[in-house]
């Protein structure tokens, strides 16, 4: 089991200078505790559930240039980026950049995008789910056309390349792995099957198995390795030595984010002894990364104790 870290609050950063001070300590931290990766969401307002839309909220790509510039061999990536935000070439080429400035630790997080409410805000347009899906299998055969292939040329029904350069090249071979998130079982996993290179899920245990199950089968049908699949799930995590202190934290929760978290979106709260019970079971179930979410008020501590008390002992 690998770990990764997501920082989707900004918050309770500071202000100005103070939110790359710590940026670096927490993902300084990270690293040394031997975290496989780091991740920030690509929004461009705080989602519900997490905070409201006029919170801090950071650019993701810009966010992990400046991360690359101060960590070593933490790999980063943008869990995930919605493809209707930038037009695939565009990614490819900002990928691109990040994984040879970074020295080849780029994870290329894509998915369909899902907040309607940002893109209307932004006047971006927000097709129809199905449209959005179209556009993410063309939109990773872009990609790699362009990670591959010294010119790329492509004539699909939404994205149409006449010979674009990306050079440089990434640094990683044959490309940066590729990690659509979302767990459709219809179209969503299906193109995992084909075309990714790790899956990003949510969920309880129940559900993760259940999803992994729809996705082998979606692998034996296109004839694709299953086990090539990094398998991962994000989940947000409470952890305390005093149970009292976790029930605590959980109550002080809106209502509806509670109801969301304890409803099988896949809460890990608990001991540090009961919280390695939970991860183990998402091993058992097929996970091999678990990204966290901390509580943002005590991310550091959170952080340290996860580390020590359950990461260290897996």
């Not at 300084?28 to 975290?35: L, P, Q, V």
């Not at 810009?62 to 695939?88: D, E, S």
């Not at 990928?95 to 998915?111: E, N, P, Y």
């Not at 996705?215 to 990094?230: A, F, N, Q």
């Amino acid at each position: 089991m690998k770990f990764g870290l997501q920082h989707p609050n900004f918050t309770f950063d500071g202000e100005g200078p103070q939110i790359v001070d710590k940026l670096r300590t927490l993902v300084g931290r990270a690293e040394n505790y031997g975290f496989e990766s780091f991740w920030v969401m690509d929004h461009f307002h705080q989602i519900l559930n997490v905070g409201q839309p006029q919170e801090p909220m950071f650019e993701g790509w810009t966010t992990q240039a400046v991360v690359a510039g101060f960590t070593n061999k933490i790999k980063l990536g943008t869990l995930v980026t919605g493809i209707i935000y930038r037009h695939p070439s565009v990614l490819a080429k900002i990928g691109a950049s990040l994984d040879v400035l970074s020295k080849g630790r780029l994870i290329m997080g894509i998915g369909a995008a899902w907040n309607v409410d940002e893109a209307t805000a932004y006047g971006i347009p927000f097709p129809p789910v199905k449209e959005r899906m179209l556009r993410l299998e063309e939109a990773v055969q872009v990609i790699k056309k362009m990670w591959t292939e010294e010119t790329a040329t492509f004539n699909g029904k939404f994205y149409q390349l006449n010979k674009a350069y990306c050079n440089p090249k990434p640094i990683q071979k044959p490309y940066p792995p590729i990690m659509i998130g979302g767990s459709g079982e219809k179209l969503t996993l299906k193109i995992v099957a084909k075309y990714a290179d790790a899956c990003n899920i949510f969920g309880s245990v129940e559900t993760v198995k259940k999803k992994l199950e729809v996705l082998k089968e979606h692998c034996r049908k296109v004839g694709r390795d299953y086990d090539s699949i990094t398998k991962s799930k994000l989940g947000h995590l409470i952890i305390d030595k005093d149970k009292d202190k976790v029930t605590q934290t959980i109550n002080r929760f809106p209502e509806e984010r509670r109801r969301a978290l304890l409803g099988g979106a896949g809460l890990m709260y608990g001991t540090p002894e009961e919280v390695r019970r939970q991860v183990d079971a998402y091993r058992d179930a097929g996970i091999e990364l678990l990204i966290v979410n901390l509580e943002p008020r005590m991310e550091l501590q959170t952080l340290d104790l996860f580390a020590s008390e359950v990461v260290k002992k897996l």
